[in-house]
Every structure is written in structure tokens, then in C-alpha cells.
T-cell receptor, first 110, second 115 residues
Framework: DQQVKQNSPSLSVQEGRISILNCDYTNSMFDYFLWYKKYPAEGPTFLISISSIKDKNEDGRFTVFLNKSAKHLSLHIVPSQPGDSAVYFCAASPGGMLTFGGGTRLMVKP | ETGVTQTPRHLVMGMTNKKSLKCEQHLGHNAMYWYKQSAKKPLELMFVYNFKEQTENNSVPSRFSPECPNSSHLFLHLHTLQPEDSALYLC??????????????FGSGTRLTVV
């Protein structure tokens, strides 16, 4: 049973527009959430994180939103750039060990 | 370079071969992990080491054998693999269990093909 789910396997967005990637979780013990970005033939790289005591964290073009009541988090990328094309994984932790979602492939078209 | 180095980057091996994957980090982390990424599947946790001790074995077949001689090095020994074991094998490191703001640092992975 997957505790962290990314229900959209792929997303296509026009350059300059907003990309919204979604993630749902089931374990209410998760208290820290992260987003990773992965290019082909490379390992995932850390992008942005959020603690369960917050509902929003922003870093440049990237914003993560957390809705604890809905057990849902989302990553907003504004404006989207072709270099953002990659697979994005959300991950959640109850205090150290990470559980990953299945990933969403984002394609940003010029 | 992320600080976690994996070698080799690519490996092709026959089903009767024995090979080893190597991972090295000098980030001062004391936890190291092996993950498997197959096509169209989530990242699968295989093994976890904390302070050189294996703390997690996620029901991995015995044809995969991990070794952690010290906190900086992690190996994955492979023998009599099957074609379905072909995947990207990722190593990661982190601070030990506890709140970890940046999560794990991943290596670039070893692309394994079993023929």
C-alpha cells in the first residue's frame, strides 16, 4: 500500500505558465515533506521542503503548499522553463526515513 | 557532483556473473541507502545502514548483498541476477534518523543491465 501517491504520471505545460504537481499521503505521522527533481540518468536532487507546522514554503520560482486536513501537498513552479522538464518526486518523513511517491514527469514546451 | 559518488555509471552483466556497485560519500553523513528505480515504478528502498549497521532490509532477494565497511562507503554485491533486475541503482546518504531538512543526498546511480 503506497503511503505517498502522485496520481499524475505526466504533465505538459507551456513555457512561462504555471506548473502544479500534486502529491497525496495517507500516514498522519508524516511531519516533513520534500520535493526532488530527477533528470534522466542522474540521481534525484533536493528541491524544496516543508515542515508540517507550515502550510507554505517558497524558494524563488518554487512554492510548496501543504494541506494537512486533506493530506495533500503541491509544488507550484512559476514561471515554468524548459529546463524544468524532469521527473519530480515528492517524499514524506515521520522523522528521518523518507517514503517516495511514484513521480510525475513534467514537460515544459518552449 | 552531489557529494555522493557511485561507480560504475553503467554496468552490463550476464546472469552468472558476480559484480559489485560502489558508493562513496564524504559529507559526514552516517546513514546510507540503496534504492532501485525500475521503469515506470516508484523508487524502491532496498537497504538502510545507520552507523555501519544494517537497520533495514526491504525483503530484497539474497542475490543482492550489501556491505558497509565504514560510514563513508557502501557496496552492493550482485550475483546470479535476473533480467528483471535491470534498473537504475541509486545510493543516498543522510544524517541518521531524526528531522532532516534536506532529506537525502543521492548519487548519480548505476544503470545495470542484466543479459
Amino acid at each position: 500500500d503506497q503511503q505517498v501517491k502522485q496520481n499524475s504520471p505526466s504533465l505538459s505545460v507551456q513555457e512561462g505558465r504555471i506548473s502544479i504537481l500534486n502529491c497525496d499521503y495517507t500516514n498522519s505521522m508524516f511531519d516533513y515533506f520534500l520535493w526532488y527533481k530527477k533528470y534522466p540518468a542522474e540521481g534525484p536532487t533536493f528541491l524544496i521542503s516543508i515542515s508540517s507546522i507550515k502550510d507554505k514554503n517558497e524558494d524563488g520560482r518554487f512554492t510548496v503548499f501543504l494541506n494537512k486536513s486533506a493530506k495533500h501537498l503541491s509544488l507550484h513552479i512559476v514561471p515554468s522553463q524548459p529546463g524544468d522538464s524532469a521527473v519530480y518526486f515528492c517524499a514524506a518523513s515521520p522523522g528521518g526515513m523518507l517514503t517516495f511517491g511514484g513521480g510525475t514527469r513534467l514537460m515544459v514546451k518552449p | 557532483e552531489t557529494g555522493v559518488t557511485q561507480t560504475p555509471r553503467h554496468l552490463v552483466m550476464g546472469m552468472t556473473n558476480k559484480k559489485s556497485l560502489k558508493c562513496e560519500q564524504h559529507l559526514g553523513h552516517n546513514a546510507m541507502y540503496w534504492y532501485k528505480q525500475s521503469a515506470k515504478k516508484p523508487l524502491e528502498l532496498m537497504f538502510v545502514y545507520n552507523f555501519k549497521e544494517q537497520t533495514e532490509n526491504n525483503s530484497v532477494p539474497s542475490r543482492f548483498s550489501p556491505e558497509c565497511p565504514n560510514s563513508s562507503h557502501l557496496f552492493l554485491h550482485l550475483h546470479t541476477l535476473q533480467p528483471e533486475d535491470s534498473a537504475l541503482y541509486l545510493c543516498a546518504s543522510s544524517q541518521p534518523r531524526g528531522v532532516n531538512r534536506d532529506g537525502y543526498t543521492f548519487g548519480s546511480g548505476t544503470r545495470l543491465t542484466v543479459v
